[in-house]
């Protein structure tokens, strides 16, 4: 939790209330914390597991306070709308037909995201 602590206090420098943060909040919560970090220890951070520790006490603390997090991106294009509603049908029968948890349906939902994100790019 020493990152989720750290993270509110980057939020309050910044006169960010938590319910207004978005996902590149806490991209830039994560470069200041980096350059931080070079600042003490004198090089970077071995990244991987380091960010990756950053991010995972990050995300779970706003997993607490949002409802979704980190919340769906905005469609813009047909291609991304019709995923976008994939994802949605994909959850609802996740939810009616399976009686998931919603946390299950959460994580799938995402990876479904993720997955058609790439076919929509390609």
Not at 12 to 22: F, L, P, Y
Not at 55 to 72: C, E, I, T
Not at 97 to 120: I, K, N, P, Y
Request: aromatic letters at 10%; hydrophobic letters at 45%; glycine letters at 4%.
């Amino acid at each position: 939790m020493a990152a989720a602590r750290k993270f509110l206090v980057f939020l309050r420098k910044r006169n960010i209330a938590i319910s207004e943060t978005q996902p590149e909040t806490v991209d830039a919560y994560i470069t200041v914390a980096t350059r931080e970090y070079r600042r003490r220890a004198g090089h970077l951070p071995a990244y991987k597991r380091w960010s990756s520790s950053q991010l995972h006490g990050v995300n779970m603390f706003l997993r607490m306070v949002h409802v979704k997090w980190p919340p769906a991106r905005i469609a813009v294009t047909p291609a991304q709308l019709s995923a976008q509603g994939l994802c949605d049908e994909y959850a609802t029968s996740l939810i009616e037909m399976r009686g998931l948890a919603m946390e299950t349906v959460s994580d799938r939902q995402a990876e479904a995201g993720r997955f058609l994100a790439g076919w929509v790019s390609a």
